[in-house]
């Protein structure tokens, strides 16, 4: 089973910020299947990139997805109000079991 | 616009089963190779992949709960199901499906009550 940790837990930013959030997998994973998501309280969680670097419908391009490997990273160029919430990147390997990281919250 | 709704119990014994399904609306699950999955969150707490299973029927289970779970699909009514038995209040949680990652319903409470 890969195991994903996600850094930090917590990250206490302003509007305007530019945000860096770090997936780290527990063994090589290909970036085609490492996947970000958004998610605010009472709310399922929203796909914002796919295949590590592909973001989905309607997303805007202030959010990037980088990385390989081990280490991939979820970025906000210029933080909005509406960007703050809960992160999770997930691995969903041809090879399961799918796994998610524990989260990083971002919080003004 | 494919769309994906969870339906059942929001209430379940300790020790009974759980039993959910998922409507897939906006698209046949006849085609396409997508692997519709069983996720979830318990209040507070991360998501965790319970399973998936393919237009084939051929599934895959998180091994922590590969004991008591069985996923289900019925394509002519398209929508695929969810079984957990002898559950326990650690099973409460919001369940989502999902067709990969792209789609995912709005989820369901499932609150393990006696």
């Known amino acids: 089973e890969i195991v994903l940790t996600q850094s930090p837990g917590t990250l206490s930013v302003s509007p305007g910020e530019r945000v860096t959030l770090s997936c780290r997998a527990s063994?090589?994973?290909?970036?085609?299947?490492l996947a970000w998501y958004q998610q605010k309280p009472g709310q399922a969680p929203r796909l914002l990139m796919y295949?590590?670097?592909t973001r989905a419908t309607g997303i805007p391009d202030r959010f990037s997805g980088s990385g390989s490997g081990t280490d991939f990273t979820l970025t906000i160029s210029r933080l909005e109000p509406e960007d703050f919430a809960l992160y999770y990147c997930?691995?969903?390997?041809?090879?399961?079991?799918?796994?998610f990281g524990q989260g990083t919250k971002v919080e003004v | 616009q494919l769309q994906l709704q969870e339906s059942g119990s929001g209430l379940v014994k300790p020790s009974q089963t759980l039993s959910l399904t998922c409507a897939v609306s906006?698209?046949?699950?006849?085609?396409?190779?997508?692997?519709w999955n069983w996720i979830r969150q318990p209040p507070g707490k991360d998501l965790e992949w319970i399973g998936q299973?393919?237009?084939?029927?051929?599934?895959y289970y998180n091994p922590s709960l590969t004991r008591r779970v069985t996923i289900s699909i019925d394509k002519s009514k398209n929508q695929f199901s969810l079984e957990l038995t002898s559950v326990t209040t650690a099973d409460t949680a919001v369940y989502y499906c999902?067709?990969?990652?792209?789609?995912w319903g709005q989820g369901i409470l499932v609150t393990v009550t006696s």
């Open positions: 295949g590590g670097s």
């Open positions: 997930q691995q969903y390997s041809p090879s399961p079991p799918w796994t």
């Open positions: 906006g698209d046949s699950m006849n085609g396409g190779g997508y692997t």
């Open positions: 999902t067709r990969g990652v792209t789609t």
């Open positions: 063994q090589s994973l290909s970036r085609t299947y």
């Open positions: 299973i393919y237009q084939s029927g051929s599934t």
